[in-house]
């Protein structure tokens, strides 16, 4: 058995949905798994002694990526996650119409791979309402639970 943590940023719900979906798949699957928000964790340590952290959030922003806003006073201190060595994976909900799609997603991504951890599964990237995404996030919680 594994112990996996979900942290996620969600402003309207629909990130918080897929956590949610995505708790279920892992525990299903024997696993132990904690799931918080955003801004209810603190940076220092976060990763250390988990063998998978999934971090879930949603883009905002026009012209530029912004993350949504409970995950950024967490991303601006990423330094201190302690995610070298660590398994992670990131997904989140944004819309196709906007120039950034997902643009939280690759951001997150793109830091943790500094930061030395190895990121698994790929990128899940949800356009529009989660409820049609069941099939895609699935076979992604699948590949993530496949990495551990
Ligand atoms: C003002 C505004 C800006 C947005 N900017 C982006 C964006 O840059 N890229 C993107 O993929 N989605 C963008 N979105 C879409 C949201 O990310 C999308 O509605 C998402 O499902 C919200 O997820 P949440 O409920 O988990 O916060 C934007 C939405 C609004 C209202």
């Keep these: 058995m594994s112990n996996v943590l979900i942290v996620y940023g969600s402003t309207t719900g629909n990130t918080e949905w897929v956590a949610g979906q995505l708790e ?12 918080a928000k955003a801004g209810d964790v603190s940076a220092d340590g976060l990763c250390a ?18 993350l949504q806003e409970d995950f950024i006073p967490l991303f601006d201190s990423f330094d201190k996650i ?11 909900c944004g819309d196709e119409d906007y120039k950034f799609f997902c643009g939280a997603v690759d951001a997150i991504t793109d830091k943790l791979a500094s930061l030395g951890s190895q990121v ?19 076979t992604w919680g699948a ?6």
């Design 49 to 66: 002694g988990k063998d998978l952290v999934l971090f879930g959030c949603s883009t905002w922003g026009e012209d530029e990526i912004e």
């Design 24 to 35: 279920s798949q892992i525990k299903a699957a024997g696993h132990s798994v904690s799931k």
């Design 120 to 138: 698994v599964g790929g990128k899940l990237k949800i356009n529009g309402d989660p409820d049609g995404a069941t099939d895609a996030i699935k």
């Design 143 to 148: 590949a993530v639970i496949g990495a551990l």
């Design 82 to 92: 302690q995610a070298s060595g660590v398994k992670t994976a990131v997904f989140g």
